[in-house]
């Protein structure tokens, strides 16, 4: 028997902006989001999904209560959001949230308390992890929106984007919800800083190319927290942003070839086709690696054991090899940048191609699982 879809209803006032919208308006966004039907307080649906106003909270915890009815998140005793099952349940868990009061004792709800380090698993990055969620007043917004920042993506991810630009991301990522910006503005800022990138790098400007393309790595990762945070993604969006990531870096590595001449330190022409060809087919062949990890066993190759994830901090792709070449041309050595980046991106296809087949080894003995679900 299938169960019936709850009604997503958010519970009390706030007059508190969460990333430039209401809770409540965060909430029915997060209802659309996971394809749930939103309501409003009164109407007596049941089953209903309850989510306070009063609190922020991580979008995790909304998709795992609407798979568990009978259950409620509490948060010093006070339901932050519960999947009622009938009438009785809602009422008293809708009293409990606009009160600030716990739940009663006599409440059938089975509650789930964050003081008792309650965790669920992200099915899609296959790590258990306890998603945040805290009361939302003036004095924690900006605990809670930076809770909610680093709570958007939970991935591994290059040493750069992990390390060096998140708090740079978080202030322009606050500013541009403040200002109404939307995702997609973001990427075409971004997309524009790209294309002049390259031609920077076609004339062997790789200093203006290199603060142009530092502004579009930035920037990357400001449209998809954005589209998190304010609950904005969109398949067009998902398109335009994933599509620029992987077509960029290929036309970024011809241009700086090309632009070796201008700057003085040109490649011999076998030499630069060998180099150009090495980086192109290893970050084609990278890529297929990749896809056929994710088809065979369901997730990133990067999350299969550690030292996948910490090989994917320095792994050839485009924020690594800008490393490479900013090193390079910091001793005027460009040139060597670029042979550095063929280089690395033939060891990292070697390593990842070993990985696929070790996992195609081993899977006939064990399933393959990620590491991340125990760490």
Sequence with gaps: MTEAVPVVIPVGDNSTLFWGI??????????????????QAGDGAVPALLASCTHAFDPAWLRHFARHPGTALTLAGVPVIAHCRNATERAAAEAAMRDGTPLSSDVTLAPMPMEGGASILNEQLRKREQPFAMPLTPATLRAAERASYFGAYKGVTDILTKYLWPEWALVLTRI??????????????GAILCVLATVAFWHGHFWSGMAMGLGFMVLDTVDGKLARCTVTSSKWGNVFDHGIDLVHPPFWWVAW???????????????????????LIGYVVQRLIEG???????????????????????????????????VATLVGRPDIGLIA??????????????????AMARVRLAPIRSWLEQA
């Excluded at 541009?176 to 800022?189: E, W």
Aim: proline share 5%; no cysteine.
């Design 257 to 279: 070839g090309v632009g070796l001449i201008a700057y003085g330190r040109p490649l011999e022409p076998e030499v630069l086709q060998w180099t150009l060809a090495i980086i």
């Design 292 to 326: 056929a990890f994710m088809r065979l066993y369901g997730m990133h190759i990067h999350v299969w054991q550690k030292v996948d994830s910490d090989f994917r901090l320095i792994t050839a792709r485009r924020n690594p090899n800008m490393v490479l070449l900013f």
């Design 22 to 39: 209401t809770t409540a308006e965060r909430i029915r966004r997060l209802a659309r989001a996971m394809k749930l039907p939103a309501g």
């Design 176 to 189: 541009a919800a403040r200002i109404g910006m939307t995702p997609n503005m973001v990427t075409a800022i």
């Design 341 to 358: 980046v063929a280089v690395w991106t033939a060891l990292s296809l070697v390593f990842h191609a070993v990985r696929l087949a070790q």
